[in-house]
């Protein structure tokens, strides 16, 4: 039904000479799309700059094929960006720090963003992460805060308006930005005889970003601007909006939905937003999910007055769409005019978030003219980001992992650790007393292919060498477990490995490849020790389980860092559903480890690729256990400390090129 009202004004536009009512009047109809993107962080092409290769899953030049192919459904519509929009690749890094944009110049992103002519932006806590100087040049703003010259020109920005009303300047007392703006358009629609007609449109448009960026960015935004909480600033304008005569109030809020109790500080407040009167339709984001999304098991989707399947938060129209240009998200309001403005028909009123990825698997096409558009600046990042951000006097590789090198492992452990201890502290006193623990996983464990491993050779570690380390482009998250969640959370990872019994005289394969490698989670903590026992059922391998040298409680509670995949539900983990996520980080987990690598610079085996926190449980066994590998490389296991590890043959015979290696578990 709605495709085919949808398409109505465009076939009546497209009719040579036909005759349009002008004017709307009480009883006309319309259709509307709010057309949304968010979380781009300068995606700007389906290119994935730290493995140095084409990703077709990702990508603005990608959603360009959608916002057309939108376009053409809803001849009446309005392309907006939810914001972190600036940061988040390589790319913005090379044109914020590396060789910054001159005044003159537009960033990458916005130049495809006016190539596609985006009709308005809000701003993201990632627009901050630069400074404000940074930002007030690229977004063509001209603050009046502390840190920003009185005197600096007006530079060169995006081509469309940008808003956002809860953060304002010490100085003035003022938004930083234009709260709202009220954007006029023609509509067309159909009379209540059935005749087209042609009229405008009054849209308000207000913006809203977490407060809680004056934590994140404390070192750029201390003492030269303040937040506001997002129902209050909200409180203050929208009146303001009807007054001015908005026919509809949009909120681009950069947020998502938490159903704990409002606060002014509250980080994703859009389950109270979508409560202030007035709102017609809400977009949101800084989750990086799509909504609606009828499966999602996202606690803030699941709440009650959520409507996961149609696209609601207390009835108001809200769409998220996800990240990276992963997503397009579309609103399409179904419009009647009341004899006074254009209200919305909840009823007839639809919500998707729709992916560049197609059901067969494959991708949509990219827009060709935006690779063309940045053609200079995506040459010059590639140059980048081979620079080295590190040394490592070890070489970090996954060859060995199922049997316990953590070479490849533990550096991630540790930045992951790191990064949420300083979250907690900056954020969430109440769990300053919890230890923190780190899961992490041998993403590359020859699934793929005997060149299927991570291998990072010792000397200078660049930034794409973050990539091996780090494959997916997940986002940190933590969650809140105890003990006996913990023990769980392991038994699942023992998984990966058959049972053993140790009564065969015949070969005996150690390792389980129908469970991923990249689900074999695993600690690497001096204050944790655990083994597993290959011998035993599934659900019955973690023994002695130890935390600071005491077996440990059950209840004992712990925040384990992880990534958003495993925390929402990724790998069928017992209790992992998103319920216990307690931090969803702004950033993805490959940027923690890159800045980490920054930080520590010099990586070393010691310090960085040795701790274990578990072995195999010794047993004896009358045949040989064995697993697969890539030749000639036992010198590797060595180097990790393995020695309970041989070849036994170059080539195993199954014609893949691996090597046949056994382990002797008695060790």
Not at 206 to 218: A, E, M, N, R, Y
Not at 488 to 506: M, Q, T, Y
């Amino acid at each position: 039904m709605r495709l085919v009202f949808a398409a109505l004004p465009l076939l009546l536009a497209g009719c040579s000479g036909f005759p349009f009512d002008n004017g709307p009047r009480s009883g006309a109809q319309a259709s509307f799309a709010l057309l949304e993107t968010s979380d781009l962080h300068a995606n700007v092409l389906s290119y994935d700059y730290y493995k140095l290769q084409a990703d077709p899953a990702l990508g603005l030049e990608r959603t360009a094929t959608l916002i057309k192919q939108a376009r053409a459904e809803y001849p009446n519509n309005l392309l907006i960006d939810n914001g972190d929009a600036l940061q988040g690749t390589a790319l913005a890094d090379y044109q914020a720090l590396v060789n910054p944009v001159a005044c003159g110049q537009t960033l990458a992103i916005y130049k495809a963003m006016n190539l596609l002519k985006f009709d308005a932006a809000g701003i993201g806590n990632h627009e901050f992460n630069y400074g404000l100087a940074y930002l007030n040049q690229v977004t063509g703003s001209h603050f009046d805060v502390d840190g920003v010259p009185a005197d600096a020109p007006r530079c060169a920005g995006p081509d469309f308006p940008i808003v956002l009303a809860n953060i304002y300047s010490v100085r003035t007392r003022k938004p930083l930005f234009a709260p709202y703006r009220i954007v006029t358009r023609e509509i067309i629609g159909t009379g209540p005889e059935g005749k087209p007609l042609r009229g405008t449109i009054k849209i308000g448009l207000i913006g809203f970003t977490p407060p809680g960026v004056l934590s994140w960015d404390k070192a750029w935004l201390e003492g030269k601007v303040y937040a506001e909480g997002v129902r209050e600033s909200a409180q203050k304008y929208i009146p303001q909006m009807r007054a001015e005569g908005a026919d509809l109030v949009v909120a681009i809020s950069h947020g998502g939905v938490d159903g704990a109790p409002y606060t002014p500080q509250m980080e994703n407040a859009n389950y109270y937003l979508a409560q202030v009167p007035g709102v017609d339709a809400l977009l949101i984001g800084h989750a990086h999910l799509p909504f609606p999304d009828a499966a999602s098991k996202a606690a803030g989707f699941n709440l009650p007055g959520v409507d996961k399947t149609k696209g609601a938060i207390h009835g108001v129209p809200a769409v998220m769409a996800s990240l990276w240009g992963k997503h397009l998200g579309v609103i399409g309001l179904h419009l009647k005019y009341d004899g006074k403005r254009w209200v919305v028909d909840k009823s007839r009123t639809t919500v998707e978030a729709r992916a560049i990825r197609q059901p067969d698997g494959s991708y949509v096409a990219p827009d060709p003219a935006i690779a063309a558009l940045v053609a200079e600046e995506h040459a010059a990042t590639i140059r980048y980001v081979k620079t080295a951000v590190g040394n490592s006097d070890f070489r970090m590789s996954s060859y060995f992992a199922d049997v316990g090198d953590v070479s490849a492992i533990e550096l991630v452990n540790q930045a992951q650790t790191a990064y949420v201890r300083d979250f907690v502290k900056a954020n969430l006193p109440q769990y300053a007393a919890l230890p923190v623990l780190s899961m992490a996983s041998p993403f590359k464990t020859g699934a793929a292919g005997v060149a299927d491993y991570t291998d990072v050779k010792p000397g200078a570690v660049a930034l794409n060498n973050a990539a091996d380390l780090y494959l997916y482009p997940n986002a940190l998250h933590a969650v809140k477990v105890n003990g006996a969640q913990l023990k769980a959370w392991l038994e699942k990872s023992a998984e990966r490995f058959n049972r053993i019994d140790p009564g065969s005289s015949a070969p005996q394969e150690l390792v389980n490849t129908g469970f991923s490698g990249f689900n074999f989670d695993m600690l690497t903590d001096a204050d944790v020790s655990y083994q597993i026992d290959v011998t035993q059922p599934v659900g019955q391998r973690i023994v002695n389980l130890r935390y600071q040298g005491a077996p440990l409680s059950p209840s004992r509670e712990f925040l384990v860092a992880t990534n958003n995949y495993r925390a929402s539900g990724g790998g069928g983990f017992p209790g992992l559903d998103g319920s216990k996520t307690v931090i969803a980080a702004p950033d993805s987990s490959r940027d923690v480890l890159i800045a980490y690598i920054q930080k520590t610079r010099e990586l070393t085996r010691a310090r960085n690729g040795a701790t274990r926190s578990w072995r195999f449980a010794p047993v004896t066994t009358k045949g040989p256990v064995v697993f697969r590998s890539a030749p000639g490389m036992l010198d590797l296991a060595r180097e990790a400390g393995l020695t309970s590890v041989s070849q036994l043959k170059a080539d195993d015979g199954a014609g893949k090129g691996f090597a046949l290696y056994a382990i002797d578990l008695s060790k």
